[in-house]
Nanobody, 123 residues
Framework: VQLVESGGGLVETGGSLRLSCAVS????????MGWFRQTPEKEREFVAR????????SYADFVRGRFTASRDDSKRTAYLQMENLNPNDTAVYYC????WGIGDRRPGDYEYWGQGTQVTVSS
């Protein structure tokens, strides 16, 4: 099983990035996909989640209205569109897979994880 994030980088305050999470080795459509982030100072925290086959999404309060989670099951890829970024969004971002979508926002709810992609927002 592999989850490979891409799309991170350096962006100015107010800018946008689109993260991708390409998944292989599992039945992608049977997994809810989550996005988390982590900095050296903080524990890994929930950012966003999209349910199986994508009818439902949920977001942390600090990103609601700025970030959008989506998925393309034909490409076995999940996405996180991030708008109006600010320096507090600087972190390593991880995607994760939750079999049958029975979990929610806790890292322990997810069976598989990517390696992370760095997002840095300059002021």
């Amino acid at each position: 099983v592999q989850l490979v994030e891409s799309g991170g980088g350096l962006v100015e305050t107010g800018g946008s990035l689109r993260l991708s999470c390409a998944v292989s080795g599992l039945a992608f459509s049977n997994y809810a996909m989550g996005w988390f982030r982590q900095t050296p100072e903080k524990e890994r925290e929930f950012v966003a989640r999209i349910t199986l086959r994508g009818p439902g999404t949920s977001y942390a309060d600090f990103v609601r209205g700025r970030f959008t989670a989506s998925r393309d099951d034909s490409k076995r890829t999940a996405y996180l569109q991030m708008e109006n970024l600010n320096p507090n969004d600087t972190a390593v971002y991880y995607c994760a897979a939750d079999h049958w979508g029975i979990g929610d926002r806790r890292p322990g709810d997810y069976e598989y994880w990517g390696q992370g992609t760095q997002v840095t927002v300059s002021s």
